[in-house]
Structures are given as C-alpha cells and as structure tokens.
C-alpha cells in the first residue's frame, strides 16, 4: 500500500488500523534542538478524540500519545520522531455483519477490491481514526510555525451556516461549543440539528473555514507544488472530504475582473483579498482562507440495500458507534494538514536563504 507519507522536508509517514493494537507515525525532518510543548500535542488530541461530546461517535479513547524515539530532554534531537496512540475501546463486534457485506460509501468494497483482502473491523486502515496520527504531527508543525496563527471552525451543518464574514469571528469562541462554530447563535442551531438527525440514526455534511494569519511572503513551490495545490491535496486527504475552495472560490467564477481585482496599498499589502492570500502558487502575506467540504457520514443506524461479497444485494441495519457529523472532530484535523504544508514550504524556503 504506497501513500502513507505525506511532505518533502517536514514527512509524515502513518501507520495503523482503527482496531488493531495501536497507531502511529514517523516524522522526518523536524529541525533539531526545539523544546517540544508536549501539553499542547496532548491538547489537539483532545479535540479531536472520539466520545468528547454527545454529538460524536462515543467510542471513548484517551489518545494519549506514547513518544519513541526523537525527543530528548524535551527537546528534537533532529532524529525521526516515532509515536504511537494504542487503541483500548474496539468494538468490533459491531463490524461482524459486514465482514461479508461493502458499506454504501465507505471504503469497504473498493479496499478489497484493490488489495483483495480487508480488516473489516471499524472500517481498517480506511477509518479516520488514521488522522490521530496526523494531528500528533500536525500539533509539532504548529510549533515549528510558532508565529503563525492557524485557527478553523465549523462554518457550516447541513443548511445552517456562518451568515458573517471570518473577520467579524471572535476565534476565542471555536472551543466554547461542542460544535466548534464561533457564532454562538448559529452554533446553539447546528447543535439542536446534529441530535435531531442522530435520532433518527441518519447523518449530516458540514463545511469548516480555516484561516492562517502572519504568513510570511513566498511559501509555495511553482509551479507543480503551488501553495494552494498542496493545501488541496492535504484537504482532500482527509476521510469525508468532497471540496476545496480558497479566497472567493466558486463565487469568482461568478464576478468580473473589475470586481475581483485584489488593488494594492503602497507597502504591497491589498485591500480586499479575494485571492485569499495567495498569488501565482507563493503566499503574498494577506491571511490565507479556504473552506473544506465534508459530506455526510456514511454508516447509518438505519436499514439500507448494500452489496454482499457474492454480488447480491441485501437489507442491512448499521450498528456501532459513529459519528453523525464529522465536522466538530475535523476541525483540529484540518489545522493540524494545514501546519503540515506550511511547515514544509516553510522549511523549503530556508534552503533558499
Ligand atoms: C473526524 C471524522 C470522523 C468520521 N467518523 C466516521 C464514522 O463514525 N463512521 C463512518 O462511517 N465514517 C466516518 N468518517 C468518514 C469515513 O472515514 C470515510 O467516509 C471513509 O473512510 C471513506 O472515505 P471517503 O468518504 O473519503 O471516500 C469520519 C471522517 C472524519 C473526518
Ligand atoms: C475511532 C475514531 O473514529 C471512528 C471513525 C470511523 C470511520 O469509519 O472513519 C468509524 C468509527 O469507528 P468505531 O466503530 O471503531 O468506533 C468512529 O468511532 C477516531 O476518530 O478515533
């Protein structure tokens, strides 16, 4: 199975299944001689575990991060980074009427498929339980990028969505709700529908808006590795994610160029930024935005037709313990892919100097 490292400089490489013993990674390539705030790392793990709040899947792991190798003293040592996060709280159970039987819309069918052979139980390697590992390495890019500030919430569930531009956000109030949406009122909303929906064993999409602020000029590799393209290739590396967009997005395809022109101030910085902070693939120092699309889970708690091994197609009820929205858990994810790119064009760049 190719594909399980992601980045140049800064590289992650990934390993583990949602049921096995535990899951882990590699990093390479993080400078040596940084004091590591572990309390932090720890911080972005709670964010994202799974059973944190009623709105979640109530799979109840701690994910509390076992360091190997890479840090000594509290300090990188400039040598790979090695983790792992044990997994205590299977059911799988839960997953013995698929054994033989694709989910519609999960990875089952097309994971054995390709490799011919399938840990059936939470959906293997497929399971977002993977980006655990992405949000330990993610939480140390942060600090390599400590002046950078990465921040992104829950814009949107379902039809209720975020009616202000992020400006007008107090991002003091992302942790404040189990959503993680900073407009209270709109929050309070997307709350009351999630449980609504999860009654009725069904699930939801949502979108989440990140916003990376006192970028410095010129991260970004033109013209393959465009600091957007990276950022799209993270975002839609995530389980769940269909779209990407940044700066006006989808909207600009609607406007004119006299309208859509980001003009410039004398000391180079624009007026407005639809060009959501980058130019010709390189950061140009505006704030970088971009919203990431997440479609609805796929395990349902209700009957619905699927696929068996022996090509007929059959009535199955979900079962287990699943999210009916990812949103809330995705976004400390989305930041954490975020501070990958960024540290690796930010290290890429100091090659330069
Ligand atoms: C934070 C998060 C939690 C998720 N939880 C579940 C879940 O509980 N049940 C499920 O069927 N899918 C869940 N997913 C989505 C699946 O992992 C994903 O749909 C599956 O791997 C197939 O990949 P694809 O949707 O990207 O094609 C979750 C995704 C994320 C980002
Ligand atoms: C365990 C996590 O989320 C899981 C993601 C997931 C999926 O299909 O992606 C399915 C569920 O797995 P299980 O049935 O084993 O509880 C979620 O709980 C996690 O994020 O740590």
Redesign the pocket.
């Known amino acids: 199975m190719a594909g399980n490292s992601y980045g140049t400089l800064f590289r992650l490489t990934t390993f583990g299944e949602?049921?096995g013993e535990a899951l882990g990674g590699i990093i390479d390539g993080c400078p040596a001689g940084m004091t590591i705030d572990l309390a932090a790392i720890q911080l972005e793990m709670q964010r994202?575990?799974?059973g944190q709040s009623t709105i979640v899947?109530q799979?109840k792991?701690e994910?509390e991060v076992q360091f190997l190798s890479g840090i000594f003293e509290g300090k990188t040592t400039g040598t790979p980074i090695g983790f792992i996060i044990p997994n205590t709280n299977?059911?799988s159970d839960?997953?013995s009427h698929i054994k033989d039987s694709y989910r519609p819309s999960?990875a089952d069918y097309v994971y054995e498929k390709k490799y011919g052979i399938r840990d059936y139980?939470?959906?293997g390697r497929?399971?977002?339980?993977e980006?655990?590992c992405r949000v330990v390495a993610g939480a140390i890019a942060k600090q390599v990028l400590c002046h950078i500030k990465i921040n992104a919430f829950v814009s949107s569930v379902g039809d209720i969505f975020i009616d202000k531009p992020y400006q007008d956000l107090d991002f003091n109030l992302i942790e404040s709700n189990a959503v993680r949406c900073p407009d209270l009122a709109t929050a309070e909303k997307m709350e009351n529908y999630i449980k609504e929906i999860r009654k009725e064993g069904d699930t939801v999409g949502g979108t989440i808006t990140c916003v990376i602020q006192n970028v410095p000029i010129g991260l970004g590799e033109p013209v393959f590795d465009k600091l957007h393209a990276e950022l799209g290739k993270a975002m839609l590396s995530i389980?769940?994610v269909k779209g990407f967009e940044f700066g006006s997005g989808f909207c600009g395809a609607k406007m004119k160029g006299s309208e859509h022109n980001d003009l410039y101030n004398e000391d180079g910085s624009t007026r407005t930024n639809l060009s959501g902070g980058i130019q010709g693939g390189i950061s140009n120092g505006m704030d970088i935005y971009f919203r990431v699309a997440f479609k609805p889970?796929?395990?349902l708690i209700q009957k619905q037709e699927v696929l068996t091994n022996q090509s007929t197609i059959v009535e199955q009820q979900g079962k287990?313990?699943?999210?009916p929205c990812v949103v809330p858990?995705a976004v400390p994810i989305v930041e954490a892919m975020a501070a990958l790119v960024l540290a690796d064009f930010y290290l890429l760049n100091k090659t330069y100097l």
Do not use: F, I, L, M
Request: aromatic share 4%.
């Open positions: 949602s049921h994202r575990k799974p899947t799979r792991e994910d299977q059911k839960d997953y999960h139980r939470g959906g497929s399971s977002a339980r980006t655990a389980n769940a889970v796929a395990t287990g313990r699943h999210d858990r």
